[in-house]
């Protein structure tokens, strides 16, 4: 005979384990996003179409240089913490798994790939200059 109550076999079920930090986490992570997009459209927008010369100037001021390295790295966490969302509710379970790990590669692989241009753009700086 179980004396277990529904609310008891239904603890740790649903949306109810993880909904709520999931929300907290996209809240914040948005919140960063759009500070980021500012300071980017303020300080990096300016730059496209400029001759290289200015771009590699510009891209290689420190406070520049900090908020594009920030902006690759947040960008990427943002797309891959809610394509994993994406994948988890709307793909068939067994696909969903193997989604995830092909987007959370890509999204290594792209964030390693804009860090490294950032490093290759501020070593280029520094010879030339």
């Known amino acids: 005979m179980s004396y277990m109550t529904d609310r008891k076999r239904a603890a740790g079920k649903g ?3 993880h909904g709520a930090e999931h ?3 996209v809240t914040y992570s948005s919140y960063m996003m759009a500070t980021l997009v500012i300071l980017f459209l303020i ?10 010369e200015v771009v590699l100037e510009g891209l290689t001021r420190p406070f520049n240089f900090v908020i594009m390295g ?13 394509i ?3 994948f ?6 067994g696909f969903d798994f193997a ?19 950032l490093v290759k753009i501020l070593i280029a700086s520094m010879i030339a200059g």
């Not at 988890?88 to 379970?93: A, K, L, M, S």
């Open 43 to 52: 300080r990096i927008a300016p730059l496209v179409g400029a001759p290289y």
């Open 70 to 82: 920030l902006f690759v790295v947040s960008t990427t966490y943002h797309w891959r913490f809610n």
């Open 15 to 17: 949306s109810l384990a």
């Open 88 to 93: 988890e509710d709307y793909v068939p379970h």
């Open 23 to 25: 929300q907290l986490q």
């Open 99 to 117: 989604g995830m790990i092909i987007t959370t590669a890509l999204g290594w692989f792209f964030c390693g790939l804009g860090l490294f241009a």
């Open 84 to 86: 994993k969302k994406v």
